[in-house]
């Protein structure tokens, strides 16, 4: 079975849903609170995981009712944990704050006992990771971390995936260990300098990752779809009334590393990553709202 090793925080979502976004010094009214199962690197395993491939997850948790939670979410999911518990520190947690109109949403995150994810977490891992088929990680874990995890997937020629969220600067060097990089709009101007509002800046985007060392850049484009270097726009899939977005990005990241995975092509991953993508944001909740694999090849 193909592998996917994905390195990445849990964080229980604290979802509120209101019309507007409170001003500093404001109380406004919700229309709703949901709390569960989050974090990039978690939402994007649980994906992965419920497409049917193999999935590893490294990461720390607290040893609390959010780290339980964890446990029993890659559990349902096929979700194998390779984990550090921290019972110094606490599982994270995430603000979400969703406009109830338009289904869009700004996010808080605090990451507990991920934050102390090290390389030395990696380095007992190093087995794990240098057997998988993709190793796939993102930026809500110190960068220390990052780096080691994909300097050992690079070495043992595993396909290495930078989902560059939430955004940063990296050290000069960085994204040379990238076979791929997913970011979205936002993440591709803090990275290259490049502001992403039509095709051609995309483009020119691309070309600076390329410049920077990232062998295939991917720019994730929001309900457009997602911009592949050298082939253009990968339209996305639009199966329903969009009821929210903030699973969508991980949805497409662990759609594509999945497919990735089982030696499809590029442009293939990338499109069965935004049917991925589809479906969940037709859905509330982060991994909540992934999608089975029947459901995916059904919209393919």
């Not at 992965?48 to 780290?67: E, H, Q, T």
Request: some cysteine.
């Amino acid at each position: 079975m193909s592998h996917v090793v994905i390195l990445g925080v849990f964080v229980a979502d604290t979802a509120y849903r209101a019309d507007r976004m409170p001003v500093m010094g404001e109380t406004v009214l919700g229309n709703s609170f949901s709390l569960g199962p989050g974090g990039k690197g978690s939402n994007q395993a649980v994906a992965a995981g419920r497409l049917g491939v193999k999935v590893s997850m490294i990461s720390r948790l607290g040893k609390d009712d959010f780290g339980q939670m964890a446990i029993d979410t890659w559990k349902s999911s096929g979700v194998t944990p390779y984990i550090e518990e921290d019972v110094s520190s606490y599982t994270g947690a995430a603000f979400i704050f969703i406009e109830e109109n338009s289904g869009d949403n700004a996010i808080i995150i605090s990451p507990g006992a991920a934050a102390n994810i090290s390389p030395i977490d990696l380095e007992k891992r190093k087995d794990l990771i240098a057997n998988a088929d993709v190793f796939i990680t993102q930026l809500e874990q110190p960068l220390a971390a990052a780096k080691k995890g994909l300097e050992i997937a690079k070495s043992a020629k595993v396909k290495t995936i930078l989902n560059p969220a939430p955004a940063t600067k990296l050290p000069d060097g960085f994204l040379t260990l990238c076979d791929f990089i997913t970011p979205n709009e936002t993440e591709t101007e803090t990275l290259t300098g490049v502001k992403v509002s039509t095709l051609d800046d995309a483009k020119i985007a691309c070309e600076k990752f390329k410049e920077m060392g990232v062998e295939t850049p991917i720019i994730t484009l929001g309900e457009k779809g997602a911009y592949l270097h050298e082939h253009g726009l990968i339209q996305s899939y639009k199966v329903g009334q969009v009821l929210e977005t903030t699973g969508a990005g991980d949805a497409f990241n662990g759609g594509f590393a999945a497919a990735l995975s089982e030696g499809r092509s590029t442009l293939e991953s990338i499109n069965f990553g935004c049917a991925t993508a589809g479906i969940s944001v037709t859905r509330a909740g982060t991994a909540p709202s992934m999608p089975t694999r029947d459901e995916v090849e059904k919209i393919l």
